[in-house]
């Protein structure tokens, strides 16, 4: 009893004359306040306890939910990083989509202009051969904008199938096709095509340097799209 009473601060010993007092009544007042300060350090101790494990709870190495084996941080790790790529990959597309859209445009407004006679065949000149297949890039071009409100997978497949197709197989004919009037225009100086006074192979081979480089750089971002779209899926399946 005298070694458990050293536990107790002189202050509380002083503040409490009856503790002071011999006999049956201040061993009983002495037992109950001890009790009270043990109890005291061991509700501390216990909410001590109960804090450290709220922590390890949320943390990797803490208690875990039953169930579960720990390893579903690494799908919230990848979850962020997943739709900031698609997202990322969607802006580009769309803006080299509207780059397109220009490009198909021009070509449509020529083959309008000269087959309807709206102007004159001088200021703007007949339509070369490739011009026509390249009409039908709209398709691709409707397809891959349908793909990406939904991620639908189909639609972006048809789009980079019908590029190949509609796209970069008419300017790959185009190109040789106008060859050997730019060549003749470069070694004699001669043109027999204009468009608004400039030379009309030279503006078609400008716009189709643009065309080449816009729908390679759809095929590739499509193509990475498409990528992180079956990843999502594989994903999901898993779970």
């Known amino acids: 009893m005298r070694g458990q009473m050293l536990m107790l601060r002189w202050e509380d010993f002083r503040l409490c004359p009856c503790l002071r007092m011999r006999g049956f009544v201040g061993s009983i007042f002495f037992h109950h306040i001890f009790c009270l300060h043990e109890f005291k350090q061991r509700a501390r101790a216990h909410g001590e306890e109960n804090t450290a494990v709220s922590l390890n709870m949320t943390s990797r190495v803490g208690s875990r939910a039953a169930g579960t084996n720990g390893s579903e941080f690494k799908l919230r790790e990848r979850v ?5 790529m698609s997202a990322s990959l969607k802006s580009e597309v769309r ?3 509207l780059v ?26 007949m339509p070369y051969q490739w011009e ?38 008419p300017l790959i004919y185009g190109g040789m096709e106008m060859f050997p009037v730019a060549q003749q225009l470069y070694r004699h100086g ?4 204009f468009i608004f006074g400039f030379s009309a192979v030279t503006v078609m081979y400008l716009v189709m340097v643009i065309a080449v ?24 399946k898993k779970k």
């Open 213 to 236: 480089q816009v729908h390679a750089w759809q095929l590739y971002y499509m193509k990475k799209l498409l990528d992180s779209w079956f990843s999502a899926t594989e994903e999901k």
């Open 100 to 125: 397109h859209l220009l490009i198909w445009l021009l070509v449509a407004a020529q083959v309008v202009v000269s087959h309807f006679n709206l102007v004159s065949h001088d200021t703007v000149s």
């Open 95 to 97: 803006k080299l989509n």
């Open 132 to 169: 026509y297949p390249y009409l039908l890039s709209l398709l691709p071009l409707v397809c891959s904008s349908l793909s990406l409100p939904k991620n639908n997978i189909s639609y972006l497949v048809l789009s980079m199938i019908s590029a190949g197709l509609f796209t970069m197989a």
């Open 190 to 193: 001669k043109a027999y095509r």
């Open 80 to 84: 962020t990083p997943h739709y900031q």
